[in-house]
């Protein structure tokens, strides 16, 4: 009898899946190139209070490297919060009045060229007829032409009241943001541009980069964030990376049969597809709603009817961007509002969504305690809402056995690269402003 070789053997075993069924493996040359110099400016301006109207939340409040580039709850407490993740509680002065109605996406490969598609409801996007080449959200328009959609979203949560700029009696920019003065002269990004450039630190270190005369204007800042973001969250080396670059041993044979599943019998790749793992389309899923919602149905307030605010396409209720996947171990909880404190729960809603609806455990959302909120838990408890959330529901359930579920859930473990828990360039010690900067402490 002939014996067929043992490598022949193990390579047939290993997967059934042929190469066009995968996707290609991730490139340098497919994400945008960075500037150092500017990704160091910027990872002192991530983790700076001084960019917010009351000095008191960063980006990485919400975006914390520690806590996978989220701030580790389903949704956040802004602007007036105190403290990191779990332990941010409501601040005794400018007291939180609402949650931030969405979780706080991860920030890994939004350096990739090809994502375009900006927010949980797609309501940024590359758009040749609109100014600069961006459709942004109703409201905002850009100063001046960004090199990159990331550089221009990255000015967004700046105007943000409940994320960044506070209220109207608490300072200037949040005064300029009720007023709708965000562009020009004395607008909030230039009141944010003329504060930064007041820091010595600062101004030093852009005077290298676009020379003494220059004044500081917000698009720098925009610039020197989404470089750091860029550089500093570029997640290209994990094991299924390494996997579809040939090494054939990067996964075991969990992960392997994880991957059959997810780019075969499971459907996974029908919308986490491509290189990016997401096709940046949007689809309707059924996650329970809960939080302050949208206040755009006057019937639904606490209603996020999703892309339909951007589109107006009936067809686009409750449909949320697909999300991309790398790190996904380390980025719960999960869905755009952070339904599911479990990846588990969360793959698992996808194979039986109303069920999953239906039997949806509030008591494991994780939410700050926050006495003066006490709207969280309307659009659950709204029959009608809940039905109106399941009867929009597009995605093909598939049912697997439980053995499916945790080969899929040891695929997505092999989704993980090591350097975004490190980091590359790092958390400051110090900020250019001197504030205070939010640390994890015995964080979960
Ligand atoms: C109070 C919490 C909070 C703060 C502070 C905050 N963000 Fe966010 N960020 C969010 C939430 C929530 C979303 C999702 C909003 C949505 O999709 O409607 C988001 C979305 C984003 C996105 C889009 C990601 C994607 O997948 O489309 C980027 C990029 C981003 N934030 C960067 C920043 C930067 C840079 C700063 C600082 C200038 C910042 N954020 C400050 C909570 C916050
Ligand atoms: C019909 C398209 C579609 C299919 C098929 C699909 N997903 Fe998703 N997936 C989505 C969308 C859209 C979301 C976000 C939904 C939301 O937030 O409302 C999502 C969210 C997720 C999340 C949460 C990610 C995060 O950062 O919060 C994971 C994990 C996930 N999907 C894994 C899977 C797995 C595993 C499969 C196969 C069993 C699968 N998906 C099949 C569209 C799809």
């Excluded at 000095?55 to 409040?61: G, L, V």
């Excluded at 949650?99 to 409801?121: E, K, Q, T, Y």
């Excluded at 402003?433 to 402490?441: E, V």
Aim: charged share 20%; with cysteine.
């Amino acid at each position: 009898m002939k014996r067929i070789p043992t490598f022949i053997a193990l390579s047939f075993a290993a997967t059934t899946l042929s190469a066009d069924e995968l996707p290609r493996a991730l490139d340098p040359s497919d994400f945008f190139d960075v500037n150092i110099e500017w990704a160091a400016i910027g990872r002192n301006l991530f983790f700076d209070k001084a960019l917010s109207g009351n000095d008191n939340i960063s980006c990485a409040t919400c975006h914390h490297p520690a806590l996978g580039t989220g701030d580790g709850m389903a949704l956040p407490l802004g602007e007036g919060g105190i403290g990191l993740g779990l332990q941010r509680v409501a601040g005794e002065t400018n007291i939180p009045l609402e949650r931030v109605p969405r979780n706080a996406p991860p920030l890994f490969n939004l350096g990739a060229r090809d994502f375009d598609v900006f927010f949980h409801d797609g309501r940024m996007f590359r758009d040749r007829s609109a100014p600069f080449g961006i459709r942004l959200p109703k409201g905002n328009e850009l100063e001046r032409r960004m090199p990159t959609m990331l550089s221009a979203q990255n000015l967004l949560p700046l105007l943000n009241v409940e994320e960044m700029a506070g209220q109207p009696d608490e300072n200037p920019v949040g005064r300029a943001v009720a007023r709708n003065r965000l562009t020009g002269p004395g607008g909030a990004w230039d009141l944010i541009a003329k504060e930064i450039e007041g820091i010595d630190d600062y101004r030093n270190a852009f005077d290298w980069l676009i020379g003494a005369d220059e004044p500081l204007h917000i698009s720098h800042i925009g610039i020197a964030l989404s470089s750091f973001i860029m550089y500093e969250f570029r997640a290209a080396n994990t094991p299924f990376d390494r996997y579809l670059r040939g090494d054939d041993d990067a996964l075991d044979a969990a992960q392997m049969r994880g991957m059959e599943l997810f780019y075969g019998k499971a459907e996974c790749s029908s919308c986490h597809s491509g290189p990016l793992m997401s096709d940046f389309e949007m689809h309707a899923l059924a996650l329970p709603q809960f939080g302050p919602g949208k206040k755009e149905n006057a019937d639904f307030p606490h209603a996020d009817e999703g892309h339909m605010r951007t589109s107006g396409a009936y067809e686009d209720i409750y449909s949320f961007r697909t999300p991309m996947l790398r790190n996904v171990t380390l980025t719960a909880p999960y869905g755009h509002n952070g339904a599911f404190t479990t990846l588990e729960a969360m793959v698992r809603h996808h194979l039986n969504p109303l069920q999953s609806l239906g039997n949806f455990d509030r008591a494991q959302v994780l939410l700050h305690d926050v006495p003066s909120i006490t709207d969280d838990w309307v659009a659950l408890d709204t029959t009608g809402e809940t039905f109106r959330i399941a009867t929009a529901m597009s995605i093909n359930p598939v049912p697997l056995n439980d053995a499916e579920v945790d080969d899929l859930l040891a695929f997505l473990d092999a989704l993980t690269d090591p350097v975004a828990l490190t980091g590359r360039l790092g958390i400051p010690v110090t900020v250019p402003s001197g504030l205070d900067i939010d640390m994890p402490q015995d964080q979960p």
